[in-house]
């Protein structure tokens, strides 16, 4: 069974563009999740999708969006990027996103701006 | 909130030592999961190993195993037989229970060096 995929794995961009990611969970996962790495801050949580609804959200400003298709797809979009979304963001995916179930992340897609 | 704390930056261990990585976590939740993830160089992230809270029994895979002390709030991570595949970043997560959300809540994560 093919892993989480993302693309594009790696994306250069100026400031005040806007970016899409896009993450396509393993085969019958309906849960994901997005995640912002950067060095100084760490591993933060973004917001999480199950059956085209979010579900959760972290603390992050409304330049940052996602959404979920009817095939689980899921794809996050920054609009007017700053030198701060300079990051690696990765997606997770679950079977259903409960309690028991492991998250399997994917190679992330890595952010520069410029 | 809860809050997870790695307070080891950098650990180095010798091929086929043993090495214990740290990590305390704050929660008034009585039900969560603890988790320690693998992050190699330029890989992806991958589950090492899981607790389940209200399970008193450390789990254990293969050469991985965790020391659990819910009254502490502590969740050590060792590794025994070190490899030199096992060098990568190390992260604690925290997963709440009590709700239905994958949300994981991270630690800063430890850089493990093993040397041969």
């Known amino acids: 069974k093919a892993g989480v995929t993302q693309t594009p794995r790696y994306l250069i961009k100026t400031r005040g563009q806007q970016v899409t990611l896009s993450c396509s969970p393993i085969?019958?996962?309906?849960?994901v999740s997005w995640y912002q790495q950067t060095p100084g801050q760490g591993l933060q949580f973004l917001f999480e999708?199950?059956?085209?609804?979010?579900?959760n959200k972290g603390n992050f400003p409304g330049r940052f969006s996602g959404r979920q298709f009817s095939n689980s797809r899921s794809e996050m979009n920054v609009s007017t990027l700053e030198l701060g979304d300079s990051a690696l963001y990765l997606c997770?995916?679950?079977?259903?996103?409960?309690?028991?179930?492991?998250?399997?992340f994917g190679p992330g897609t890595r952010l520069l701006v410029l | 909130a809860q809050t997870v704390t790695q307070s080891q930056p950098e650990m180095s261990v010798q091929e086929a030592e043993t090495v214990t990585l740290s990590c305390t976590y704050d929660?008034?939740?009585?039900?969560?999961?603890l988790f320690w993830y693998k992050q190699p160089p330029s890989r992806q992230m991958i589950l090492v190993i899981r607790?389940?809270?209200?399970?008193?029994q450390n789990a254990t895979e293969n050469r991985f195993s965790v020391n659990f002390q819910k009254a502490a709030k502590s969740f050590s991570l060792k590794i025994s037989d070190s490899q030199l595949g096992d060098a990568a970043m190390y992260f604690c997560?925290?997963?709440?229970?009590?709700?239905?959300?994958?949300?994981?809540?991270f630690g800063t994560g430890t850089r493990l060096q093993v040397f041969p």
């Open positions: 997770a995916s679950s079977l259903m996103g409960q309690r028991q179930e492991t998250q399997y």
């Open positions: 085969s019958g996962h309906r849960s």
């Open positions: 999708y199950f059956s085209e609804t979010q579900r």
């Open positions: 929660t008034s939740e009585s039900d969560y999961y």
């Open positions: 607790q389940e809270a209200y399970k008193q």
């Open positions: 997560a925290y997963r709440s229970a009590s709700y239905n959300t994958d949300k994981l809540i």
